[in-house]
């Protein structure tokens, strides 16, 4: 086996969280999810999740309605509040403390989040989940889930996908597309590949932060991921 990451960020998408029925939640995946993350604090890796909302919300335009971009994404943050305190009281199931820290202030839901507050709770062994992103609107959720990555001092960010890796092409569109296994964040960026945005792979790069990009089809692969194990793509900060 590889060597295990110690810190990590896992990043779920609301989708994912849906199941394969598209529900807004989906019991049986939140409870699937929840175990994969208790059986890495147990092991002893820290862990901090960040949860995306397009289960509930996505963007300024959606079914039709148009809503202004500041307004839309204070929507979008206050829908991963919704997504956080599901799985929080999923993990808590599982017997492993949770908490939810938000990037605004909703105390009567969860506390404000506080890097010093978070790295303690890690330390503890607890799951901390982080909602609101950065608490600002025009944030990307790639910058938002790497700046806490890096604020918490994480060796990497797991992010569950609906795709099982980085491709030179849309394996949709295109038969021959080509898998990356390894990609530096210099590498993604000139040959124009979004596997996650400039400013996201600028501050990984930077603080040194692995990234895997994985499916999320088998919950079992966030272990695997967490674990060092080879699955879907893996970006890095080439040394010099």
Not at 213 to 231: Q, V
């Amino acid at each position: 086996m590889s060597e295990q990451f110690k810190r990590v960020l896992v990043k779920l998408s609301g989708e994912a969280l849906a199941g394969k029925d598209n529900k807004i939640l989906d019991g049986e995946m939140l409870s699937l999810v929840a175990e994969k993350l208790s059986r890495l604090a147990k092991s002893g890796v820290q862990v901090s999740v960040v949860i995306g909302a397009g289960n509930i919300w996505r963007g300024a335009r959606q079914n039709g309605l148009t809503v202004d971009r500041v307004r839309g994404d204070h929507m979008g943050m206050l829908a991963t509040v919704i997504n956080s305190i599901a799985m929080q009281d999923y993990i808590i199931k599982t017997g492993v403390n949770a908490r939810v820290m938000s990037a605004v202030q909703i105390q009567q839901f969860c506390e404000p989040y506080s890097q010093y507050k978070a790295i303690e709770c890690l330390e503890k062994g607890e799951i901390v989940i982080l909602s609101c992103g950065v608490g600002y609107p025009f944030f990307s959720t790639d910058t938002g889930m790497m700046l806490r990555a890096a604020e918490l001092k994480c060796d990497a960010v797991l992010s569950a996908k609906n795709v099982d890796g980085v491709y030179d092409k849309d394996p949709a569109k295109h038969k021959d597309a080509k898998k990356f296994d390894t990609l530096t964040y210099s590498e993604m960026l000139s040959l124009g590949l979004k596997a996650i945005d400039q400013s996201a792979a600028a501050i990984g790069e930077e603080n040194g932060i692995k990234t895997v990009l994985f499916p999320l089809s088998d919950p079992e692969n966030i272990i695997l991921a967490a674990n060092g194990e080879k699955i879907g793509t893996l970006l890095y900060k080439e040394e010099k």
